[in-house]
């Protein structure tokens, strides 16, 4: 898988959780965290672990508590932001 496949994903859903990114993808938890981490980096998404609505005792999987929102570039939730798509 690609950054981009990953990045066009979460673009669309605008969140998902590492357990639904790492089905959708068929990859392990750990490998789907590797590739967030870069996008997180970069600024591009963000975790939202503090908006759950169960309150986040701590006692679920981080797999399906660790939420993972597209936000794009600069606040554009547009991935090409301006670029043409091939």
Request: charged share 30%; proline share 4%.
């Given at each position: 898988?690609?950054?981009?496949?990953?990045?066009?994903?979460?673009?669309?859903?605008?969140?998902?959780?590492?357990?639904?990114?790492?089905s959708?993808?068929?990859?392990?938890n750990?490998?789907?965290?590797?590739?967030?981490?870069?996008?997180?980096?970069?600024?591009?998404?963000?975790?939202?672990?503090?908006?759950?609505?169960?309150g986040?005792?701590?006692?679920?999987?981080?797999?399906?508590?660790?939420i993972y929102?597209?936000?794009?570039?600069?606040?554009?939730?547009?991935?090409?932001?301006?670029?043409?798509?091939?």
């Open positions: 898988m690609l950054l981009t496949d990953l990045r066009d994903y979460l673009s669309a859903r605008k969140r998902a959780s590492v357990m639904d990114l790492a959708h993808f068929h990859m392990e750990h490998a789907i965290e590797g590739l967030l981490a870069m996008w997180v980096s970069k600024g591009r998404v963000r975790r939202l672990r503090d908006h759950l609505p169960c986040t005792c701590g006692k679920c999987e981080s797999a399906l508590t660790d929102e597209w936000i794009g570039v600069d606040g554009c939730p547009d991935p090409f932001h301006g670029r043409v798509k091939r």
